[in-house]
């Protein structure tokens, strides 16, 4: 969860006052901000999307200098926008959050209103937009440091840079090369070090491991003095996996490696040929050059797909400084506790409405143990003849 006080989490479960500021930055003058009243809009986290953040920002102009029509039409050109939404206590001081630093993608205005929509996005929409002009051989390089430099030709020094990794760690590149999609390179390479990419709330590179169980940072809970506004909840099995195979090249000389990991629990109702059929799905990646890493990669894979896909959806209070991959305690009206991890919020820029809160997991009974076993080369593709990909 992102920095704020006891008291600003104390008064979020009373009666407050919220504050929302926002600044834009003309691509003709980046170290100057300008102010703009913000109307309404929304700002959205999803740890599973590419772009991870995004919003709308409704704002007021033509009111006068130095927010005018002009500045309007020239923010499609690099402008950008921080989001900050917060509490303004009942002694006139202000706390707020940064929701975020954007690149401007495109804006929308009535005239006769004064008002303009801008839409949003973070830097990660800069990378997927500049793709490699030549191939990118980052052979010798650990996945992180390579990763970080494909960014860094992008943005340069202008940003900060966190690898929360160990590079040491992490396999070396051998025969790896990334030709024009920059952006499924840097996703490629962190996953390659067991972590995700991302840009932060302050518009940083960081790069962080993926996973890990910290603590819980915000109490959903009902009641007169409760944060819960309302919870839904489904189950699914569309894109449930009982088998994963991985694909990978050490070189162009020698063969290509192929791991499958299927789950071979008999108690398991997703178990390889039980009722739920032989559903596999098939990963590729130039950074797999063992075939201990394509075991490794087909495992977690494998992990993550098991079980049936389970939606919680939950309205709270709203509070900011909420991020995705931030561990939640909800307490539901029917007395169960439930500890969840965030995986999207959105949140309003007005003072009316709830935060909303998607969490997905999987759902497997607990008679489920999870075992797999592991197929190479030929005896791998023998399994998948009669599979659904």
Not at 182 to 206: C, I, K, N, Y
Not at 244 to 271: M, W
């Amino acid at each position: 969860m992102l920095a704020v006080s006891d008291r600003f989490l104390a008064s979020l479960r009373e009666s407050h006052t919220v504050s929302v500021a926002a600044r834009v930055y003309r691509p003709s003058d980046l170290a100057t901000p300008v102010e703009v009243p913000v109307v309404g809009g929304d700002v959205t986290c999803d740890r599973d999307a590419r772009v991870r953040r995004q919003a709308s920002l409704q704002v007021a102009f033509a009111l006068g200098e130095p927010f005018t029509t002009e500045t309007v039409r020239e923010l499609p050109f690099g402008g950008q926008a921080v989001i900050e939404r917060g509490i303004r206590y009942a002694d006139g001081t202000v706390e707020r959050v940064q929701l975020g630093r954007f690149r401007v993608e495109s804006v929308a205005w009535n005239e006769l209103q004064g008002e303009a929509t801008l839409t949003l996005a973070d830097r990660f929409a800069q990378v997927q937009d500049e793709p490699f002009t030549a191939p990118f051989a980052p052979a010798g390089m650990k996945p992180s440091d390579a990763a970080v430099a494909a960014v860094q030709e992008v943005f340069g020094t202008s940003i900060a840079y966190h690898v929360l990794t160990d590079p040491a760690s992490e396999p070396t590149l051998a025969d790896v090369v990334y030709e024009e999609d920059r952006a499924a390179a840097v996703t490629d390479l962190a996953a390659a070090a067991s972590a995700v990419a991302l840009f932060d709330e302050q518009g940083d590179f960081v790069i962080r491991p993926r996973g890990g169980t910290p603590p819980v940072a915000w109490v959903i809970d009902a009641g007169s003095r409760g944060t819960l506004v309302s919870a839904a909840e489904t189950l699914d099995r569309s894109n449930v996996r009982n088998g994963v195979l991985v694909k990978g090249q050490a070189s162009a000389e020698l063969p290509p490696i192929v791991s499958l990991a299927i789950n071979d629990d008999p108690a398991s109702p997703t178990r390889w040929g039980g009722p739920f059929g032989k559903v596999a799905m098939v990963s590729s990646s130039t950074a797999v050059g063992s075939q201990a890493a394509a075991d490794a990669a087909a495992a977690s894979l494998l992990n993550l797909r098991l079980g049936l896909a389970r939606t919680v959806m939950l309205q709270s209070v709203p509070n900011p400084a909420l991020e995705p991959d931030d561990r939640i305690e909800a307490r539901f009206t029917d007395g169960r506790v439930e500890t969840l991890t965030v995986n999207a919020t959105r949140i309003g820029l007005d003072a009316s409405g709830a935060l909303e809160i998607t969490v997905t997991s999987q759902y497997l009974p607990d008679l489920a143990s999870g075992h797999f076993r592991f197929f190479s080369g030929v005896a791998a593709w023998q399994q998948l003849e009669d599979a659904t990909l």
